[in-house]
């Protein structure tokens, strides 16, 4: 009883004489953890575990494993040789294919903890060595450079034999801060090229490996590499394409500065500025609108006045120079008829009534006629008719000048038909006294506007008669009066000398027997003031006829003037054809002129008898000739 | 798809060698079917990781129909041995593993609904690739010798459907065997390649 008591209290004693250590509880070790084996080359492989607690007593650490489909259990042959909490598995320890069980068993004082066991597989867990000997050099493809990155396989691991195969992966980057890793996969080869550097930086490269089925290796040790500075090719090009830029441009502003006005007149076309004639620009500006447009008002328009007669003209008159006289030429006949028409392209001025070709006719006439009075050179058809001329009623004053034969006459020129004719009728009354008749002339002269300011006395000066029934046209002509060449001239269209004077007391056949009156058609006035006319040709045909020209052949004879201001002409027929022409048919008859003098420029009055075999009118024209007729 | 690939690619060897045209070198040969076995290896090492994490650990590896085939266990001995027998060896497993991949296609209904369109799937795959490799193989070991053509039968019993445990279990006995053939072949292909380091 008493050794019971004994041992009872020795029990609950016994807790107080084991060493008291604060509090510190020993317990047994922990279990441990995180078992990893791997193996870098296939051939060896290494566990590592991780340690629990040790429960505050020295743990010890043993490793067992068990090969697959065996139970014999062995223990790891080396702790050492990989470090601490690890079991290195060497070659002859190592079969592949063959799975272990490995289980990892902590010990201490109190106890042994067991880890979680682990099946591997050798193959499985391989895990390689880094690359070695990694070699990064510049190169340079055609000046731009680049690096090549080589490398070596671990030591370890046997890819000559095909026991493993690597795969390689390299990564870059350059040495900044903010940048960033650049992997490259490069397959089984131990070799890479990286391009597109930036000059002048450094890079960093690593590599590491794999096997076909397994784990990465670890990035191997950095290797530096700097690049060379090789920008200069390329800031060259940079410059060069500056610089010629540039000089494009410089040109380009030369050119736009040399065609600026050019390039101003197309870009901007200038605006048209006011041009009104008085307008101020200035007076505008002022705002005095009432003047500005006052100035604007013409005096003279529209016309307040009422001298609308100053504007028409009465007459026209015509005054022929000293120099030149008008020719008469008369045929034998004075039948013929001198009638003028103004071209087709004659103004439409004065168109109503009368001519103005017949209006210069009859200017020449009496221009002639006045210049015959004054005239002393040589004429001698010109002293022939003084007498004649004397003896003449009347004459009508017709001044004009040397554009009123040109079919683009002024309309004023011609104004004066109505007035002309007017003073006609009484031709046949009376006879006229030269001198009313001057007085006439001189009243019924045009005003100096008719004439061309400056006109020296070369105008031609055309006096009608008034009352005379002898008038007189006259044309200068230049050239002379071989009678052959009258009818050359005829049909080449040439000047021709016309001169009809019609003098009822005179017979005819005082004057020039070759002298005869043809129609003719005034064409122009040329620059030597001459009256240019031209043959009316005839209805059927102008060739036919102007064939007539003959000596003394187809003389018309003026009849006489009938009531109605037309020439009354006879004309001798001797061909068959016959010209009748009614209406405003025209005639065309040739004449030969036969002029006794040399003097080209003669005129010659001739007063012949009219007979009265055939009628020709001709609308707006006055037939000199048949007017002539009246008075005798 | 990949059948009509796999006859075509058949039809074009036996084309080839039938017509006495440029035959393909051994080492191109080699090359392809080490290629070959190396997608096949692949997939069943996805295969299992899918399906572990998902389903079941199979790391525990049992024994296989194929474990009476004696293969080398390390690197010495495979080193040793010759290129007929490793390529005996590799056709042999290739042959053994017909069977019970075409049971695996038709036992997956047995695993969980998330798991079953994986295994099916790359089951799919691998038995065209094993196909491919398959006939890669038969033509290359008719040009090494007749200890090439020594296949070692290793008969699969199991025909009815199989349970998950046993489906496991094959997926890893079939890792580990497309894991042999692969180590074999690329054995083979470097010591073929004598000039061309660059393929080992």
């Known amino acids: 009883m008493m050794t019971k008591v004994r041992e009872v209290l020795l029990l609950l004693l016994l807790p107080a004489f084991v060493p008291h250590t604060d509090g510190t509880r020993y317990s047994l070790p922990g279990k441990p953890t995180e078992i990893k084996c791997r193996s870098p080359e296939k051939e060896t492989f290494t566990c590592w575990w991780k340690p629990g607690s040790d429960g505050g007593l020295p743990t010890t650490y043993a490793l067992y494993y068990r090969k697959e489909g065996s139970n014999v259990v062995h223990e790891c042959p080396d702790y050492h040789t990989a470090g601490k909490n690890s079991c290195f598995f060497n070659k002859n320890d190592t079969v592949i294919w063959v799975s272990y069980n490995i289980t990892v068993v902590a010990t201490n004082a109190l106890g042994k903890t067991y880890s979680d066991p682990v099946d591997i597989d050798v193959v499985y867990i391989v895990k390689p060595h880094p690359p070695e000997k990694l070699e990064v050099t510049v190169m340079k493809d055609q000046g731009w450079p680049f690096l090549r990155v080589s490398w070596e396989p671990p030591r370890k691991a046997d890819t000559r034999s095909g026991w493993i195969t690597l795969i390689y992966e390299l990564r870059v980057k350059l040495e900044e801060e903010e940048s960033e890793w650049e992997n490259h996969v490069a397959g089984q080869q131990k070799m890479f090229n990286i391009f597109s550097l930036r000059s002048g930086g450094t890079y960093l490269i690593q590599v590491r490996c794999k096997p076909d089925h397994g784990f990465w290796s670890?990035?191997?040790?950095?290797?530096?590499?700097?690049?060379?500075?090789?920008?200069?090719?390329?800031?060259?090009?940079?410059?060069?394409?500056?610089?010629?830029?540039?000089?494009?441009?410089?040109?380009?502003?030369?050119?736009?500065?040399?065609?600026?006005?050019?390039?101003?007149?197309?870009?901007?076309?200038?605006?048209?500025?006011?041009?009104?004639?008085?307008?101020?620009?200035?007076?505008?500006?002022?705002?005095?609108?009432?003047?500005?447009?006052?100035?604007?008002?013409?005096?003279?328009?529209?016309?307040?006045?009422?001298?609308?007669?100053?504007?028409?003209?009465?007459?026209?008159?015509?005054?022929?120079?000293?120099?030149?006289?008008?020719?008469?030429?008369?045929?034998?006949?004075?039948?013929?008829?001198?009638?003028?028409?103004?071209?087709?392209?004659?103004?439409?001025?004065?168109?109503?009534?009368?001519?103005?070709?017949?209006?210069?006719?009859?200017?020449?006439?009496?221009?002639?006629?006045?210049?015959?009075?004054?005239?002393?050179?040589?004429?001698?058809?010109?002293?022939?008719?003084?007498?004649?001329?004397?003896?003449?009623?009347?004459?009508?004053?017709?001044?004009?000048?040397?554009?009123?034969?040109?079919?683009?006459?002024?309309?004023?020129?011609?104004?004066?038909?109505?007035?002309?004719?007017?003073?006609?009728?009484?031709?046949?009354?009376?006879?006229?006294?030269?001198?009313?008749?001057?007085?006439?002339?001189?009243?019924?002269?045009?005003?100096?506007?008719?004439?061309?300011?400056?006109?020296?006395?070369?105008?031609?000066?055309?006096?009608?008669?008034?009352?005379?029934?002898?008038?007189?046209?006259?044309?200068?002509?230049?050239?002379?009066?071989?009678?052959?060449?009258?009818?050359?001239?005829?049909?080449?269209?040439?000047?021709?000398?016309?001169?009809?004077?019609?003098?009822?007391?005179?017979?005819?056949?005082?004057?020039?027997?070759?002298?005869?009156?043809?129609?003719?058609?005034?064409?122009?006035?040329?620059?030597?003031?001459?009256?240019?006319?031209?043959?009316?040709?005839?209805?059927?045909?102008?060739?036919?006829?102007?064939?007539?020209?003959?000596?003394?052949?187809?003389?018309?004879?003026?009849?006489?003037?009938?009531?109605?201001?037309?020439?009354?002409?006879?004309?001798?027929?001797?061909?068959?054809?016959?010209?009748?022409?009614?209406?405003?048919?025209?005639?065309?008859?040739?004449?030969?002129?036969?002029?006794?003098?040399?003097?080209?420029?003669?005129?010659?009055?001739?007063?012949?008898?009219?007979?009265?075999?055939?009628?020709l009118a001709v609308s707006g024209y006055v037939d000199t000739a048949t007017m002539f007729s009246l008075d005798t | 798809m990949a059948q009509r690939r796999i006859r075509g690619g058949k039809l074009m060897m036996v084309l080839c060698v039938v017509a006495m045209c440029r035959a393909v070198p051994i080492n191109d040969l080699i090359y392809r079917a080490s290629q070959q076995s190396d997608k096949l290896h692949a997939l069943s090492t996805m295969l299992t990781q899918e399906l572990g994490s998902e389903v079941f650990p199979i790391d525990r590896v049992h024994a296989c129909h194929t474990s009476s085939l004696q293969t080398p266990t390390d690197k010495e001995q495979a080193l040793q041995v010759s290129e007929s027998d490793l390529l005996s060896l590799a056709r042999s497993l290739l042959q053994a593993w017909s069977d019970p991949l075409v049971v695996l296609s038709s036992s997956t209904n047995v695993l969980p609904y998330s798991a079953q369109s994986t295994l099916s799937k790359t089951i799919q795959k691998m038995q065209e690739h094993s196909k491919d490799l398959k006939d890669g193989l038969d033509i290359l070991s008719s040009k090494m010798g007749p200890a090439a053509q020594t296949i070692t039968s290793l008969p699969f019993i199991e025909t009815n459907e199989i349970g998950q445990d046993k489906i496991t279990k094959l997926l890893s006995c079939f890792r580990r065997d497309s894991h042999k053939i692969d180590s074999f072949l690329k054995v083979l292909r470097c010591r073929a390649a004598n000039m061309q380091p660059q393929m080992c």
Request: hydrophobic content about 30%.
């Open chain 1, 218 to 615: 670890e990035w191997s040790s950095t290797s530096y590499v700097k690049v060379p500075e090789y920008l200069h090719r390329e800031k060259s090009v940079w410059i060069l394409i500056l610089v010629f830029s540039a000089f494009i441009l410089l040109i380009l502003i030369w050119l736009i500065h040399m065609n600026s006005h050019s390039l101003k007149h197309c870009m901007l076309p200038p605006v048209p500025g006011p041009k009104i004639k008085g307008f101020d620009k200035q007076l505008l500006k002022s705002g005095k609108s009432d003047e500005v447009f006052s100035a604007l008002v013409v005096s003279d328009f529209p016309p307040t006045t009422s001298n609308y007669e100053d504007l028409l003209v009465e007459y026209l008159e015509v005054y022929v120079p000293e120099q030149q006289e008008l020719m008469v030429d008369e045929g034998k006949d004075h039948d013929g008829c001198l009638k003028s028409i103004g071209s087709a392209s004659d103004s439409d001025s004065g168109r109503g009534s009368c001519d103005s070709d017949n209006l210069l006719m009859d200017k020449s006439g009496a221009a002639k006629e006045e210049q015959q009075q004054q005239n002393q050179e040589g004429d001698q058809i010109g002293t022939e008719t003084q007498g004649p001329k004397e003896a003449w009623e009347k004459e009508t004053m017709l001044c004009a000048n040397e554009d009123v034969v040109s079919p683009d006459a002024s309309s004023k020129k011609v104004k004066t038909w109505p007035s002309v004719f007017s003073p006609v009728t009484p031709y046949s009354s009376s006879p006229l006294d030269p001198h009313n008749s001057l007085e006439m002339h001189k009243q019924n002269c045009l005003s100096d506007t008719q004439f061309p300011p400056g006109s020296p006395s070369s105008d031609h000066y055309i006096k009608k008669a008034l009352q005379s029934s002898y008038w007189e046209v006259c044309f200068n002509n230049n050239q002379p009066y071989p009678q052959t060449d009258v009818h050359q001239q005829l049909q080449a269209h040439s000047d021709r000398n016309i001169s009809a004077i019609n003098d009822g007391n005179a017979p005819s056949n005082l004057l020039l027997p070759t002298r005869m009156t043809e129609y003719v058609e005034v064409q122009r006035v040329n620059e030597e003031n001459k009256v240019l006319l031209h043959p009316i040709p005839s209805g059927h045909s102008r060739e036919e006829a102007c064939s007539w020209v003959g000596h003394g052949d187809n003389y018309s004879k003026v009849k006489g003037v009938n009531s109605d201001n037309v020439l009354l002409l006879q004309r001798e027929v001797v061909e068959e054809e016959s010209m009748e022409m009614t209406g405003a048919a025209e005639s065309c008859y040739t004449s030969s002129i036969a002029i006794n003098t040399p003097k080209p420029t003669t005129c010659s009055h001739i007063a012949l008898p009219v007979q009265e075999e055939r009628i």
